[in-house]
């Protein structure tokens, strides 16, 4: 009985996705228009703008002006855009990633690589971010392959759940995608912590996931952020979990939803970013606005952003809304909306 209802959930997934990645080749790029100066459009999510890596974004735009807070230990607006353009860079190829962290004053910079699971660490002598690259569903410009789209999605929902080290169960793929590269990841991060750098953890979707065991299993990190978490362990792993972590969650997201509540939970003091584009100030497991979509406005304040609906453009919005550049975008123009 078990495995048949996990077999259904795998299913309602894989079909999600590719019914909304198929839909998106009905339309054209477009983006929506502001009308507050330093804001960024909001970009209207089609086949070609719906994976990254997004090579032609101006990544860390002003970051002189709004430079890391390497030191924060509470929640800050300006590293939670910064960490969120990190998480988007990330998904991009190797040279292209080591230019933008230089150009962002970070130029030491360490790939880390084994099968499925991809992290960069990027340094200078004060603080480090390691940052985990979610899953790659299709590669910006490339032909759509239907068969790389079901294989790399089954990676995604091996929902069984394992022991994890420091109690609890835990997503067994999302574990396992860790270990292939912890025995390398662990000291190289450790030494940095060593030598004085603040160490931050960052990561998006499949990144997100492994960034919160990450951290959980290092430690001692300074911050944690994550974009579009799924859910990573039981309510064992959350009760054990005792390292400071933010979950921004962007409106009608699907992946914060899965695996399902009940024998899953999320950890860590969520952000929800409603319909308008307003980042809440919502604590710890309020699951009522993440686990019930909707696109009736949820919250209060304007950020002159146009309200969205569900098929926008006939790309659903549980799958728009995962868009990490999305993520960056939105927190962008709450840095900019808190200023007026």
């Given amino acids: 009985m078990k495995k048949g209802r996990n077999q259904l959930i795998k299913n309602i997934l894989i079909a ?17 228009p502001v009308s507050q100066p330093g804001k960024k459009k909001i970009l209207k999510i089609t086949l070609k703008n ?62 880390f690589e084994n099968q499925s699971t991809q ?11 390691v940052a985990f690259r979610g899953t790659e569903i299709r590669k910006n410009k490339e032909k759509f392959d239907l068969k790389k789209v079901v294989a790399d999605l089954k990676t995604d929902v091996d929902i069984w ?14 574990k396992e995608a860790l270990e292939e590269i912890w025995p390398d990841l662990f000291p190289y991060i450790r030494k940095l912590n060593d030598k004085g750098c603040k ?7 499949l990144g997100a996931a492994l960034a919160t065991l990450s951290a959980g299993r290092y430690g001692s990190a300074q911050g944690v952020y994550t974009f579009g978490s799924p859910r990573v362990g039981n309510e064992v792993f959350k009760e054990n979990f005792d390292v400071k972590i933010y979950r921004i969650v962007n409106d009608d997201d699907i992946v ?5 509540p009940g024998k899953y939970v999320h950890v860590g003091e969520l952000k929800f970013i409603d319909s308008n584009g307003i980042i809440k100030e919502t604590m710890i497991e309020n699951e009522g606005s993440v686990d019930q979509p909707s696109d009736e406005p949820d919250g209060s304040g304007n950020t002159n952003q146009p309200r969205k609906t569900a098929f926008t453009g006939f790309v659903p919005a549980p799958l728009r809304d ?5 993520y960056a975008i939105h927190i962008w123009n709450n840095i900019i909306e808190n200023q007026q």
């Avoid at 992290?119 to 971010?129: D, G, K, L, R, S």
């Avoid at 914060?256 to 399902?260: H, I, M, N, Q």
Wanted: proline share 6%.
């Fill in 256 to 260: 914060p939803r899965v695996p399902p």
């Fill in 199 to 205: 160490i931050w953890i960052t990561g998006h979707s």
């Fill in 322 to 326: 995962h868009v990490p550049l999305l």
């Fill in 16 to 32: 999600g996705i590719i019914l909304g990645s198929i839909s998106a080749f009905l339309v054209q790029s477009d983006a929506q």
């Fill in 50 to 111: 719906l994976s990254p890596p997004y090579m032609d974004y101006d990544y860390f735009r002003d970051s002189k002006k709004y430079g890391f807070q390497f030191n924060a230990s509470s929640f800050n607006l300006i590293n939670a855009w910064w960490l969120a353009e990190v998480s988007t860079l990330v998904y991009a190829n190797e040279d292209f990633v080591r230019s933008r962290f230089c150009e962002a004053g970070l130029p030491k910079v360490k790939f």
């Fill in 119 to 129: 992290c960069y660490v990027a340094n200078n002598n004060e603080f480090a971010i």
């Fill in 161 to 174: 759940l394992t022991n994890w080290q420091q109690g609890g169960k835990v997503h067994r793929g999302f």
